[in-house]
């Protein structure tokens, strides 16, 4: 599963489950390194453990395995990596403190 359609799964499961926002970057453009940064902001810790969690469950059900999972534990900000599609799951203070979507000084595609 590449870009576009790992990108409506991901979305799928933040419709899914309650997250005070989400923000889809196209980035291809900008970088090679991925298509997409999506990015979920959560009320609690918890909410980002659990939210990360359930992204990395409903990717390996289609059989991708992410590349590569960080910050999972703390639960302040998650990072996962799926190749075409990044996911950063934050609590609400961390995604003020970093503001990607103004870093990368791109609008938004999806709310």
Known sequence: MQ?????????????????????????????????????????????????ADEVVIQVKRVSNQPIGVEGQNIGEWALIDLGDVVTHVMTSRTCAVYNLGQLWSIPKIRK
């Open 3 to 51: 870009g576009e359609d790992l990108k409506l799964l991901v979305m799928g499961v933040l419709k899914d489950v309650r997250v005070k926002a989400v923000e889809v970057l196209d980035v291809r453009t900008m970088t090679d390194v991925t298509d997409y940064m999506v990015i979920a902001t959560c009320n609690s810790t918890r909410q980002v453990k659990a939210l």
